[in-house]
Structures are given as C-alpha cells and as structure tokens.
C-alpha cells in the first residue's frame, strides 16, 4: 500500500529538476536546500524543516562575494571594523539567499492565497554577537502569516533575556500542538 501511495504521489509533483548530486559551490547548494524544502512544503511532504546554513563553527570562506577569511574567524572580529564588514557581507549573502526562499513560497498559491501566509519560518541564529559569544539580544526574524495567526510587516523588540524557546512555544500553540514548555521557555512569545 505505501508503494502504492508512493507512485500516487510521485506523478501529482510539481516540474522540477532532479539534482544529479550536491553543488560544488556554496551558494549552488543553498539555493538547492532551499528549493527542495520549498517543495516539501508545497506538496505538502511536510510542512516541519530544519537547515543549517552554516554550521556554528564552520570556517568557510566565501570567495563568490569577496570574502577570503573563514567565517568563524571572522566573527572573533574584535571590533575590527574590515573584519565587521566582511561578516556583514556574508550576512547580507545569507539574507539574499533566504529571501528567495520566501519569494519562492509567496509565488506558490495554496488556498485563498499563498504558500508563505500559510508558514512560519524562523530565520536568525543563536549568537547575537559571535565576538562574544552571548546568546541574548538574538537577531530573529519569522516570515510569514501562519494561517492568519501571525501579525507580518513588523519589528518587535522583546526583553534581551527572553528565551528563544518562548518563541517556538507560540508557535506550537498555532499548530495546534499544547504545550506548557519547551526547553528553558518561561511562557508563550505575545505580540507575535
């Protein structure tokens, strides 16, 4: 039966080319992550994904944008003004890149509208500042309306040591999921 179901669900795919291995280059292989969870969600595969751009303690140089020292490095800039702007460029790239992801999902109709008023996804990382290591004052942005139940369009600034994991606690309770907690949350993320 799940063969069946397969074979059922491989011919209602959406055109799209299949990869023929992993991209050599960096901003290749992002693009094709991001495409493939696009399709994911589209074709309702899941509707959950999880991607890490750059691993925490990845070193890697992104010569495609000018950027020849290692991003981890990088990010020990020690208030070293060339070395903030070279971090700010791979932001910037990183951003870039994930922007078409949410082009891609805004472009996709599903119901009264589109794929991406039908998300929540969470863009940011775990360190506000890699120079010192802190993990409060988090750099987070979440696209998309969530059905409906999620205010787009809006800078919110929260208490510096609200926990990331308040956040995913709001967003379980739009999923349907009850939840009292989530790792060191302290209650739901409001004003979302």
Known sequence: MRIEQAEKFSSALP?????????????????????????????????????????????????????????????????????????????????TQFAGFLEKLKAAPEGEGTLLDNCMIVYGGAIGDGNRHNHDNLPILLAGRGGGSLQAGRHVRYDREMPMTNLYLAMLERMGVSAERVGDSTGKLENI
């Open 15 to 95: 055109d799209f080319s299949k990869p023929t291995g992993i991209p050599k280059e960096n901003e290749d292989h992002l693009r094709l992550m991001y495409d493939l969870m696009a399709l994911a969600f589209q074709t309702d595969t899941t509707r959950i994904a999880t991607f890490i751009i750059a691993h925490d303690g990845s070193n890697r140089p992104y010569p495609n944008i000018g950027v020849s020292e290692g991003h981890h490095d990088l990010s020990h800039h020690g208030n070293d003004e060339e070395k903030k702007q070279k971090i700010a460029k791979i932001n910037r790239f990183h951003a």
